[in-house]
């Protein structure tokens, strides 16, 4: 059961276009964290977001935790050919068997 | 500061034989935790152990196993092994373990293919 999903799978955009990420759940997450990964590389942490509603910026990209803290969004403003790769949304979860759950995953190709 | 590092980072195996790998955690981490990214189903996690203890489990059968050390370093062992098991095996370590949301740190992965 596929618990964290995540909208669109691809996307490929033009250097400059703005764009979001959708990470959406029934469940709830204690925190939730976002990864990049670059092919032959493993994922790297970008931000983690705890409280419902938390708006956290990294340069171009903002990272918004649901006031239910069920969903998140990552936007990106003015992409850049750099900001290629897959990205990963991660909902902690403090009870039950798994620690975190995995998003689907956002490939995302940004054209110079 | 060293980063998670995962040995060996390219594996051939054949059917029916078995595999161990091994990650060594960022210093001072005392979690670590195992993960099966594969196109088709993504990442999926397999187990994680803290201060050598198993603390969670991933629905994998019982051909995938694992163990950590006093050192934190970790090993994953897969037993009879499945053209399916064919993936990249990610370890990640934190701080502390599951219930502390503390943020994990990936490895770049050992790339398992079976034969």
């Known amino acids: 059961t596929q618990l964290l999903e995540q909208s669109p799978q691809f996307l490929s955009i033009q250097e400059g276009e703005n764009l979001t990420v959708y990470c959406n759940s029934s469940s709830v997450f204690s925190s939730l964290q976002w990864y990049r990964q670059e092919p032959g590389e493993g994922p790297v942490l970008l931000v983690t977001v705890v409280t419902g509603g938390e708006v956290k910026k990294l340069k171009r990209l903002t990272f918004q935790f649901g006031d239910a803290r069920k969903d998140s969004s990552l936007h990106i403003t003015a992409a850049q050919p750099g900001d290629t790769g897959l990205y990963l949304c991660a909902g902690a979860r403090t009870s039950g068997t798994y620690k975190y759950i995995f998003g689907t995953g956002t490939r995302l190709k940004v054209l110079a | 500061k060293a980063g998670v590092t995962q040995t060996p980072r390219y594996l051939i195996k054949t059917r029916g034989q078995q595999v161990t790998l091994s990650c060594s955690p960022i210093?001072?981490?005392?979690?670590v935790s195992w993960y099966q990214q594969t196109p088709g189903q993504g990442l999926q996690f397999l187990f994680e152990y803290f201060s050598e203890t198993q603390r969670n489990k991933g629905n994998f059968p019982g051909r995938f196993s694992g163990r950590q050390f006093s050192n934190s370093r970790s090993e994953m062992n897969v037993s009879t092994l499945e053209l399916g098991d064919s993936a990249l095996y990610l370890c990640a370590s934190s701080l502390g373990w599951g219930g502390s949301n503390q943020p994990q740190h990936f490895g770049d992965g050992t790339r398992l293919s079976i034969l």
């Open positions: 210093s001072g981490h005392r979690s």
